[in-house]
C-alpha cells in the first residue's frame, strides 16, 4: 500500500513510510516477550524518528532523480531550504524521544551518555546542513545516520547485557 500508493502521492512520504518502517520492533518485541510494552513504543519511536533525517538527507542528494521518477520527495515538492529545516527538527524530536528511555529507568547512565554523543552529533551536522549548504552535509548526514542507528541500538543491548 505504501510502495504502490502513498509513496507516489504526498510530500510526507518519508513520514508515513518510517511508521511502516517502525513496525518490525513492535513484532520483534512481542514474539520475545509475548507482550508490548511502553519500551516498546519508543524503540518504534526512536526508528520513526530517524527515518526522515536519514532518507530526506539521501533525497537531498538524488533530488533530481526523485524529480525525473515524479516522486514527490521533500525537496522537489517543498525545497531543499524546507527539507534542511525538517531534518534539524526531526534531529531534535529524535533526540527527546531517545532521552525517554533513560527516564523510564529502562536504561542506564551508559545508554544515557552515548545516546547525548551520538545525538548531539546528529543535531550538530543538522545545524550544519542548515548553514552550508554544501551537499557533503547531506551526504554525511545519510551515512552517519546509519551508523547512528546501528550505534544507538548496540549501546542497548550493552546496556542491558551490563547493567
Known sequence: MYTLGLKRTSAQNIVIGGAAGSVPVLVGWAAATNSLSLAAIWL???IFYWTPPHFWALSLLIKKDYEKAHVPMMPVVLGEAETRRQ???Y???LFAVTMMLFLMHT???LYLIGAVILGGILIYMSIRLLTDHKKNWA???FWYSNCYLAAIFAIMVVDRVLF
Open 87 to 89: 531534518i534539524f527538527f
Open 107 to 109: 536504561m542506564s547512565y
Open 139 to 141: 551526504r554525511t548526514i
Open 44 to 46: 518504534f519511536a526512536i
Open 91 to 93: 534531529s531534535l524530536l
